[in-house]
Antibody
């Protein structure tokens, strides 16, 4: 059974930092690009960042580029999102998402997502 | 960057009605289009990928069509359990983008 479990969310003041983790199981993690998607309260879905299966390629939305860093540890089946210089508009539930394998094989992080974690809430407020 | 525009933003229909949601891409994305269903308080679930490929376990009343810039998600006979917000997502090129969502309610 595929499981994605996010952790590390919480309350932080503007300008602060948080690191999210997503622990994966139930699939061959090191063959999958991974992505983070967020959803602000009452709003739609926004793609945040993606990482290639080896970690050599990282990709970001313009809204987080230069502030967020995605990484992975394939020995721990975990993907991370380091979030620095946080802003109020970063307040959201952050989801870790697994790619559809057949798409991932050909297109890497450019994929649809067939499994999502339960999400980790990040609140940025003074 | 590719922009995805969904319409309508919300709709209300009766049980048994045929419901159609449209998603337009700002440039051609071939068939690299997915549809998700998100029920209130729940995580998004993938319904369709590659514009028309139904995910395993998804009821056959859901179908997707289109290519290039215009896509549709159709629910052939709306059921009470279909109350949700539906999102399209393109995966043609980075950055990935989602449509704004369509909230479906029962009349």
């Amino acid at each position: 059974e595929v499981q994605l479990v996010e952790s590390g969310g919480g309350f932080v003041q503007p300008g602060g930092s948080l690191r999210l983790s997503c622990s994966a199981s139930g699939f061959t993690f090191n063959t999958c690009a991974m992505n983070w998607v967020r959803q602000a309260p009452g709003k739609g879905l926004e793609w945040v960042s993606g990482i290639s299966l080896t970690g050599s390629g990282t990709y970001y939305a313009d809204s987080v580029k230069g502030r967020f860093t995605i990484s992975r540890d394939n020995s721990k089946n975990t993907v991370y999102l380091q979030m620095n210089r946080l802003r109020a508009e970063d307040t959201a539930i952050y989801y870790c998402a697994k790619p559809v394998l057949s798409i991932n094989k050909v297109r890497g992080y450019l994929t649809a997502f067939d499994y999502w974690g339960q999400g980790s809430l990040v609140t940025v407020s003074s | 960057d590719i922009q995805m525009t969904q319409s309508p933003s919300s709709l209300s229909a009766s049980v048994g009605d045929r419901v159609t949601i449209t998603c337009r891409a700002s440039q051609g994305i071939s068939y690299y289009l997915a549809w998700y269903q998100q029920k209130p308080g729940k995580v998004p679930e993938l319904l369709i990928s590659a514009a028309s490929a139904l995910q395993s376990g998804v009821p056959s009343r859901f179908s997707g069509s289109g290519s290039g810039t215009e896509f549709t998600l159709t629910i052939s006979s709306l059921q009470p359990e279909d109350v949700a917000t539906y999102y399209c997502q393109e995966y043609s090129s980075g950055p990935l983008s989602f449509g704004g969502g369509t909230k479906v309610q029962i009349k």
